[in-house]
């Protein structure tokens, strides 16, 4: 039986004082995965001890202990794997994340590629654009996007200074006046 650290003490105290005095209780508390393995073994003062029977008995938990070892090591094994599965992924996200930040630009100028970018505005806010690379030499802002009408341009004056619409590659949007402005 299995029996967390603290536990196992009262338990096999509690077992042997529950015995005459002439019965042996012989114990081996192991140490396995953060748990104690007690093994209990009663023999009988009357009884001569067959060294043959304890050797096959010390014998077989010793099998046991190297099969539970194996499982330990097995079970590491695949922890240290994981773990630098994770490492990986972690490092191959920060990567991500670094060249996404580095998309802030602050003009369509210094875009490489047409697709959506993070410009900063003069007051150093940053807004959402799409930059045309391939049209006229490229460098172009997109201001306005509209080309199936699933967004509905009959908007508010607010909604023109201010830009409406999800700004990307594919969708459609107005910009907002004051970001064409600034």
């Given at each position: 039986?299995?029996?967390?650290?603290?536990?196992?003490?009262?338990?096999?105290?509690?077992?042997?004082?529950?015995?005459?005095?002439?019965?042996?209780?012989?114990?081996?508390?192991?140490?396995?995965?953060?748990?104690f393995?007690?093994?209990?073994?009663?023999?009988?003062?009357?009884?001569?001890?067959?060294t043959?029977?304890?050797?096959?008995?010390?014998?077989?938990?010793?099998?046991?202990?190297?099969?539970?070892?194996?499982?330990?090591?097995?079970?590491l094994?695949?922890?240290?794997?994981?773990?630098?599965?994770?490492?990986?992924?972690?490092?191959?996200?920060?990567?991500?994340?670094?060249?996404?930040?580095?998309?802030?630009?602050?003009?369509?100028?210094?875009?490489?590629?047409?697709?959506?970018?993070?410009?900063?505005?003069?007051?150093?806010?940053?807004k959402?654009?799409?930059?045309?690379?391939?049209?006229?030499?490229?460098?172009?802002?997109?201001?306005?996007?509209?080309?199936?009408?699933?967004?509905?341009?009959?908007?508010?004056?607010?909604?023109?200074?201010?830009?409406?619409?999800p700004?990307?590659?594919?969708?459609?949007?107005?910009?907002?006046?004051?970001?064409?402005?600034?």
């Amino acid at each position: 039986m299995i029996m967390s650290q603290p536990a196992y003490a009262t338990v096999g105290q509690q077992f042997a004082a529950e015995l005459p005095h002439e019965i042996t209780v012989i114990m081996l508390v192991l140490p396995i995965l953060g748990s104690f393995l007690l093994v209990t073994s009663v023999a009988s003062s009357q009884d001569e001890p067959d060294t043959l029977q304890w050797e096959r008995r010390l014998t077989q938990l010793e099998l046991k202990l190297q099969n539970v070892s194996e499982v330990q090591n097995s079970i590491l094994t695949q922890q240290n794997s994981l773990l630098e599965s994770l490492a990986s992924q972690f490092n191959q996200m920060l990567t991500l994340q670094t060249k996404h930040q580095q998309r802030i630009i602050k003009s369509c100028d210094e875009a490489t590629t047409s697709g959506r970018y993070r410009l900063e505005l003069p007051d150093s806010s940053i807004k959402p654009v799409v930059c045309d690379m391939k049209e006229l030499d490229g460098g172009w802002l997109v201001i306005q996007r509209r080309f199936s009408g699933a967004v509905s341009f009959n908007r508010s004056w607010a909604e023109y200074r201010d830009g409406f619409g999800p700004v990307g590659k594919s969708d459609e949007f107005w910009l907002g006046l004051e970001t064409v402005t600034s």
